[in-house]
């Protein structure tokens, strides 16, 4: 369930593109000609797109073309949405990841598109038909995080969901320096407590594409046992993180890095 990449030259460019006064992101990033799979980085609840820049970083210098999405945080259907525009918008081949909910949205957004090579889950959820983000955390004991969470109605009716900040170091990324996770805290996204709650439709995309499984033993948002169900169901591909956190992605960027690295060398 659970601010990372998209630089301000990234956002002109997306932006250009959707109102037809600049170029796409494929050609952002030197056109169709590029012989590596665009990275697509989908970020989770109380998260946002710059929790990926070490992530990025490596990508980059290994030659990869890179795009961090801002994930809406409304709705799983809408985001999936949002997410699907931004695929639809690369020319060639897509490695999709996605960290915590995330992992819900990326099961329906690559659901038949066939330019997304593989499925990259990262501390997240790996959703069937039916299930939500919030019936999955709870499937196995250990996740600590709905005591943390703070309420805020929001004006027309509903609520967002963060993380209380004097909790957040500890609850989301534990292995994080204890300044940074204080500045992510302050930085982090909420996301609709309807969204947690929406079930996955349709066939989901980790059936028909192949998926790696990114589980930090550490996490105390989804419980490691129940990352590990998932990822065996889904045939997913894991890579144990012993002791990392939540946010993985920023503790370990490394080891994120090299997993997508090799999903789209298998798959690209």
């Given at each position: 369930?659970?601010?990372?990449?998209?630089?301000?030259?990234?956002?002109?460019?997306?932006?250009g593109?959707?109102?037809?006064?600049?170029?796409?992101?494929?050609?952002?990033?030197?056109?169709?000609?590029?012989?590596?799979?665009?990275?697509?980085?989908?970020?989770?609840?109380?998260?946002?797109?710059?929790?990926?820049?070490?992530?990025?970083?490596?990508?980059?210098?290994?030659?990869?073309?890179?795009?961090?999405?801002?994930?809406p945080?409304?709705?799983?259907?809408?985001?999936?949405?949002?997410?699907?525009?931004?695929?639809?918008?690369?020319?060639?081949?897509?490695?999709?990841?996605?960290?915590?909910?995330?992992?819900?949205?990326?099961?329906?957004?690559?659901?038949?598109?066939?330019?997304?090579?593989?499925?990259?889950?990262?501390?997240?959820?790996?959703?069937?038909?039916?299930?939500?983000?919030?019936?999955?955390?709870?499937?196995?004991?250990?996740?600590?995080?709905?005591?943390?969470?703070?309420?805020?109605?929001?004006?027309?009716?509903?609520?967002?969901?963060?993380?209380?900040?004097?909790?957040?170091?500890?609850?989301?990324?534990?292995?994080?320096?204890?300044?940074?996770?204080?500045?992510?805290?302050?930085?982090?996204?909420?996301?609709?407590?309807?969204?947690?709650?929406?079930?996955?439709?349709?066939?989901?995309?980790?059936?028909?594409?192949?998926?790696?499984?990114?589980?930090?033993?550490?996490?105390?948002?989804?419980?490691?046992?129940?990352?590990?169900?998932?990822?065996?169901?889904a045939h997913?591909?894991?890579?144990?993180?012993?002791?990392?956190?939540?946010?993985?992605?920023?503790?370990?960027?490394?080891k994120?890095?090299?997993?997508?690295?090799?999903?789209?060398?298998?798959?690209?």
């Amino acid at each position: 369930m659970n601010k990372i990449a998209f630089t301000s030259a990234a956002v002109v460019l997306a932006v250009g593109s959707i109102a037809g006064l600049g170029p796409s992101i494929a050609e952002a990033h030197g056109g169709s000609n590029h012989k590596k799979p665009t990275v697509v980085l989908v970020h989770g609840a109380f998260a946002d797109s710059s929790g990926w820049n070490d992530v990025v970083r490596r990508l980059q210098d290994d030659g990869y073309p890179v795009v961090a999405v801002a994930n809406p945080l409304r709705g799983v259907a809408s985001d999936a949405k949002s997410v699907r525009s931004v695929i639809d918008d690369v020319d060639g081949p897509v490695v999709l990841v996605g960290h915590s909910y995330a992992g819900n949205v990326i099961t329906e957004a690559a659901s038949g598109d066939k330019n997304v090579k593989a499925l990259v889950y990262v501390a997240a959820f790996l959703p069937e038909v039916g299930e939500s983000a919030g019936e999955l955390s709870g499937k196995f004991p250990g996740s600590t995080l709905a005591p943390t969470l703070h309420q805020v109605a929001v004006p027309g009716g509903g609520t967002d969901l963060y993380i209380d900040q004097a909790k957040f170091p500890q609850q989301f990324a534990a292995d994080v320096p204890v300044r940074t996770a204080k500045l992510l805290a302050v930085s982090q996204r909420p996301i609709d407590a309807a969204a947690l709650a929406e079930p996955e439709v349709g066939t989901p995309a980790w059936k028909t594409i192949p998926s790696y499984s990114i589980i930090p033993t550490g996490d105390k948002n989804i419980p490691a046992a129940a990352q590990y169900w998932m990822a065996g169901r889904a045939h997913a591909k894991v890579t144990t993180v012993k002791g990392a956190s939540h946010l993985v992605l920023a503790s370990q960027p490394a080891k994120t890095a090299a997993v997508i690295e090799k999903a789209a060398r298998e798959n690209g």
